[in-house]
């Protein structure tokens, strides 16, 4: 049964958190508009689409992004209080067990926990939508591609290459073009470079060879100067701004991680990072919360300055392990699932660590 000490740390809690998401959130607003102010004025946007297709949204994509720092933040904050004025050891004193006493904590955290994972799966792909779309149109961010040597099944059977790939004129070097039936190439072509024609929706494909082959195996080979052609594919298929997976939902996000392992994209794991964080960031609160916790209900000297300075360095190291992991994911092979989770079980056990050495 939730009890009155239930109700002061759960409300306590939430409300430490709304004010701190609140400032954080508020903060990174004005440091985004003193960053793009030049490019909204040049743009000529509408002043109510900067609000409510790009800030709004904005606010949804930063919130959550950061929450589960600034619950870490929020525990250490008013638990350190609590500790400083000498509830806590009234609380324990008084009878109340140490698990009982952080109760509370996880019941509120759950809250949050549901919340996040609604907004990360449901709420924010959508947010993150409006605002792609609203810089698509204004502020002209463009597609980068560092990737070479890319290889694209742009229809069953048919495999496309370019060594480099040039979205902002939609133009490629050496380009070649495979097809295939029945495990056997029917036709290959070789070419210094392909370009799409907008106007007319061809690719213009340059000095190419094209090597033709019959049923039983003999080779025709032809010389072209120039092909314009209509092929199944355009600059989304070797060209994809970072943010795009961010603003699909989670069925769409799987099927086009899907579309990309078949097609032979080098960017896989980049993109199941994505999905998989969506889960774990918002689970890691848990964590954070047992270890906020353990921390923070302790007095002693240096109060609530040295429990935040503890929560930042904790929280870097968190963020640091989190960001080798998932690197090593998208460049050493390792599962993304197992890069995105390996933070929380590490950190659960230095939780349990902190907990069992809490003052009890």
């Known amino acids: 049964m939730i009890k009155k000490l239930d109700i002061y740390i759960i ?3 939430l409300a430490t958190f709304l004010f701190m998401i609140g400032a954080f959130v508020l903060i990174a607003v004005v440091f985004d508009v003193s960053e793009n102010i030049d490019e909204l004025v040049k743009a000529r946007a509408p002043w109510y689409q900067i609000i409510t297709d790009y800030y709004v949204n904005f606010c949804f994509y930063f919130g959550t992004l950061l929450s589960s720092f600034i619950v870490f ?4 904050w008013f638990t350190s209080k609590l500790a ?3 509830e806590i050891i009234a609380v324990l004193s008084g009878g109340v067990s140490y698990a009982r006493f952080i109760r509370p904590y996880f019941i509120a955290s759950g809250i949050l926990v ?6 990360s799966h449901v709420v924010v792909p959508k947010a ?3 605002k792609y779309e609203f810089e698509v149109n204004y502020m002209k961010d463009p597609i980068t591609v560092t990737e070479k040597n890319m290889h694209r099944e742009i229809e069953p059977g048919t495999i496309a290459y370019f060594y480099a790939f040039r979205p902002e004129n939609v133009s490629g070097d050496n380009f ?3 097809k295939w039936k029945d495990g056997k190439l029917t036709y290959k072509l070789i070419a210094g470079s392909a370009q799409y024609l907008k106007e007319t929706g061809q690719w213009r494909i340059m000095n190419a060879q094209v090597r033709t082959y019959n049923e039983s195996g003999a080779e025709r080979l032809e010389m072209r100067a120039q092909i314009d052609t209509i092929l199944p594919m355009d600059e989304q298929d070797f060209g994809l701004r970072s943010e795009i997976t961010s603003a699909m939902a989670y069925d ?3 099927e086009f991680i899907e579309a990309q392992r078949l097609g032979g994209s080098g960017r896989v794991a980049e993109f199941e990072v994505e999905l998989y964080s969506r889960t774990a960031s918002p689970f890691s609160i848990f964590v954070l919360t047992l270890i906020g916790v353990s921390i923070a209900s302790r007095k002693q000297r240096g109060g609530i300055g040295m429990h935040l300075m503890l929560a930042v360095i904790i929280g870097f190291v968190f963020v640091f392990i989190s960001r080798m992991t998932t ?3 998208m460049n050493l092979g390792f599962p993304a699932w197992l890069a995105v989770w390996i933070p929380n079980v590490l950190f659960t056990g230095v939780g349990m660590f902190l907990y069992s050495r809490a003052q009890k």
Do not use: C, G
């Open 128 to 130: 993150n939508r409006q």
């Open 84 to 86: 400083q004025q000498s």
């Open 73 to 76: 933040l929020t525990i250490i």
């Open 11 to 13: 409300r306590k809690f």
């Open 252 to 254: 769409e996000l799987s």
């Open 176 to 178: 070649s073009l495979e």
């Open 114 to 119: 549901a919340v996040l994972l609604f907004f």
């Open 327 to 329: 690197v090593s994911a």
